[in-house]
């Protein structure tokens, strides 16, 4: 079994000791603490800056960014570091929802009420955080139709945050990417049944 632990061929030591394991630290990766190991790499006269809780992955992202950068595929990801999903729903809600009060005191307040999503950052944002809200609000005992519509809004959101604000981030709410709760498309079915008193109009 390969151990990850172990310096590969072409890593550069720093000379620093993992305090944790007692093994030398590639360049670029301190260690802060109890699984805190920091990564620190320059492209492009940007500073990439990351935390780990092993040497291991702090050296694995090094070269992974090593590689990008070659490439000309390294994105920048410190602007997303600072927003969060509850930070699209407000400007949202503020710049795009004047003509929408039902959706206003209803739905948005919902999302933003959700911690565990509204607290996540872009850089982090993925399909399984959309996948524990579903589940969350499926949970509390909402109905389907108000799952989804909620899911459709935040998908909406995000949308409309990728194409206006250039917010540079994979829309993890799409209904291609998190699937719906089932039953919230079933049509009622209503039909009049004939008045058969004649003393009746």
Same mark, same amino acid.
């Given at each position: 079994? *390969?151990?990850?632990?172990? !310096?590969?061929?072409?890593?550069?030591?720093?000379?620093?000791?993992?305090? @944790?394991?007692?093994? !030398?630290? !590639?360049?670029?990766?301190?260690?802060?603490?109890?699984?805190?190991?920091? %990564? /620190?790499?320059?492209?492009?006269?940007?500073?990439?800056? =990351?935390? *780990?809780?092993?040497?291991?992955? @702090?050296?694995?992202? #090094?070269?992974?960014?090593? +590689?990008?950068?070659? #490439?000309?595929?390294?994105?920048? %990801?410190?602007?997303?570091?600072?927003?969060?999903?509850?930070?699209?729903?407000? /400007? &949202?809600?503020?710049?795009?929802?004047?003509? $929408?009060? +039902?959706?206003?005191?209803?739905?948005?307040?919902?999302? #933003?009420?959700?911690?565990?999503?509204?607290?996540?950052?872009?850089?982090? *944002?993925?399909?399984?955080?959309? $996948?524990? *809200?579903? =589940? $969350?609000?499926?949970?509390?005992? &909402? +109905?389907?139709?108000?799952?989804?519509?909620?899911?459709? #809004?935040?998908?909406?959101?995000?949308?409309?945050?990728?194409?206006?604000?250039?917010?540079?981030?994979?829309?993890?709410?799409?209904?291609?990417?998190?699937?719906?709760?089932?039953?919230?498309?079933?049509? /009622?079915? /209503?039909?009049?049944?004939?008045?058969?008193?004649?003393?009746?109009?």
């Amino acid at each position: 079994m *390969f151990d990850d632990t172990k !310096p590969l061929a072409g890593d550069v030591m720093s000379g620093r000791i993992d305090s @944790a394991t007692g093994k !030398p630290l !590639p360049c670029g990766v301190s260690y802060r603490g109890p699984k805190q190991y920091m %990564t /620190r790499k320059m492209v492009d006269g940007r500073r990439g800056q =990351e935390t *780990f809780s092993s040497a291991a992955q @702090a050296r694995r992202w #090094l070269s992974e960014t090593t +590689a990008k950068a070659e #490439l000309g595929q390294f994105t920048d %990801t410190r602007p997303l570091d600072k927003m969060t999903i509850g930070t699209l729903v407000e /400007r &949202y809600r503020d710049e795009c929802m004047a003509d $929408r009060k +039902a959706d206003r005191v209803g739905h948005i307040p919902a999302i #933003l009420r959700d911690p565990a999503l509204s607290s996540v950052r872009l850089s982090k *944002f993925s399909a399984a955080d959309v $996948r524990d *809200f579903r =589940e $969350r609000t499926t949970g509390a005992g &909402y +109905a389907a139709t108000t799952v989804v519509k909620r899911l459709n #809004l935040l998908a909406s959101i995000i949308q409309h945050a990728i194409s206006e604000w250039d917010i540079t981030i994979v829309n993890h709410a799409s209904g291609r990417i998190v699937k719906r709760p089932e039953g919230a498309d079933k049509k /009622r079915n /209503r039909r009049l049944q004939e008045n058969r008193d004649s003393s009746l109009p």
